[in-house]
């Protein structure tokens, strides 16, 4: 006698040979307390006067590190993510399948340059070294704080280390970015909340219908 039973739901199921569960990150407000730290930071350093902690930092690199240059901080922006597909190359899963994962990625990418262009084209701060006035908020910070939470989502449950290097080197971008004289720290800690919540946003609302299979 031969029984079949129910195929399980490929909208639950990876289809990978172990059939990991989807890793659906569903909306909860604890999520929102570190990006909100981040924008309370920002926007209360923003609005400092002369002598606030955001003129005072800038001064204190002028005074100190005045010839300091580095362009690392162009490459490190872009670390997490470059490290996310590197581990997916060398055959070590991630939680999302490869179609779902660079689906989330576009779209957080996405999400995290219209919101830094849109900042930056409507609030026209002038930067540090007076290059131009697109300064608020930080574009490779917010770079490096996506990429860091990406990465994190999705091999963050494998290595317990891995978001703690992640965010190290998204803090190393912001703080490079400030003292190459390219951003105030107020910049820094909005572009790093933008650069979260794009990640946080993009799986809240991502549905996995790519690259569908069923689990049997």
Request: proline share 4%; net charge positive.
């Amino acid at each position: 006698m031969s029984v079949q039973g129910q195929d399980l739901d490929s909208l639950t199921y990876t289809g990978d040979s172990m059939a990991m569960p989807l890793p659906v990150l569903r909306y909860s407000q604890k999520q929102l307390y570190v990006p909100g730290a981040l924008l309370v930071a920002g926007m209360s350093t923003f609005f400092n006067k002369k002598e606030g902690l955001k003129n005072e930092l800038a001064e204190f690199r002028q005074n100190h590190f005045s010839s300091f240059r580095t362009q690392i901080d162009n490459y490190l922006q872009f670390s997490p993510l470059m490290a996310t597909y590197a581990l997916e190359g060398l055959g070590i899963p991630a939680k999302t399948d490869f179609a779902n994962q660079t689906a989330l990625m576009i779209k957080s990418e996405g999400l995290m340059l219209g919101v830094t262009y849109l900042l930056k084209s409507s609030v026209r701060e002038q930067r540090p070294d007076g290059s131009n006035d697109m300064s608020f908020p930080s574009g490779h910070t917010a770079q490096a704080f996506m990429a860091a939470t990406f990465l994190s989502q999705e091999y963050g449950y494998r290595y317990k280390w891995l978001p703690y290097a992640a965010y190290s080197l998204a803090s190393g971008t912001g703080l490079l970015r400030m003292a190459n004289n390219k951003h105030y720290i107020c910049d820094v800690f909005v572009g790093a909340a933008v650069g979260i919540l794009s990640v946080k946003l993009a799986y809240w609302t991502h549905h996995y219908k790519w690259g569908k299979h069923r689990a049997r």
